[in-house]
């Protein structure tokens, strides 16, 4: 399984902005569908964005459709999540997720498709 570690989470204020980060430890992470979920404090884990592994074609929570916004670096073996006009509700941790899935993108919006996952980073945003 490939590892992931996930960086730049933190605290911002409503309305504000946070780009985050997963570092893929495989350079073939472009053989991989990679995802972002998040889960708050008493929730389940929820899906929020997930990109193909080719990069063509991508797939949102309807929650953050409009401000999230996902996309990958594979010669730097990195996925991002850039997020914008944050919302209190948008307070979870926030975990990527790889898998060599050939799905289209719309279809690869749950838990349980993902085999890889990194470790979380916090994300809180303050109103």
């Known amino acids: 399984q490939v590892q992931l570690v996930e960086s730049g989470g933190g605290l911002v204020q409503a309305g504000g902005s946070l780009r985050l980060s997963c570092a893929a430890s495989?350079?073939?992470?472009?053989?991989?569908?990679m995802g972002w979920f998040r889960q708050a404090n008493g929730k389940e884990r929820e899906f929020v964005a997930v990109i193909s592994w080719t990069g063509s074609s991508t797939y949102y929570a309807d929650s953050v459709k409009g401000r999230f916004t996902i996309s990958r670096d594979d010669a730097k073996n990195t996925v991002y999540l850039q997020m914008n006009i944050l919302e209190p509700e948008d307070t979870a941790v926030y975990y990527c997720?790889?898998?060599?899935?050939?799905?289209?993108?719309?279809?690869?919006?749950?838990?349980?498709?993902?085999?890889?996952w990194g470790q979380g980073t916090q994300v809180t945003v303050s109103s």
């Open positions: 997720a790889a898998d060599k899935s050939r799905l289209p993108a719309t279809m690869l919006g749950t838990v349980s498709t993902f085999g890889s």
């Open positions: 495989e350079r073939t992470m472009n053989r991989y569908a």
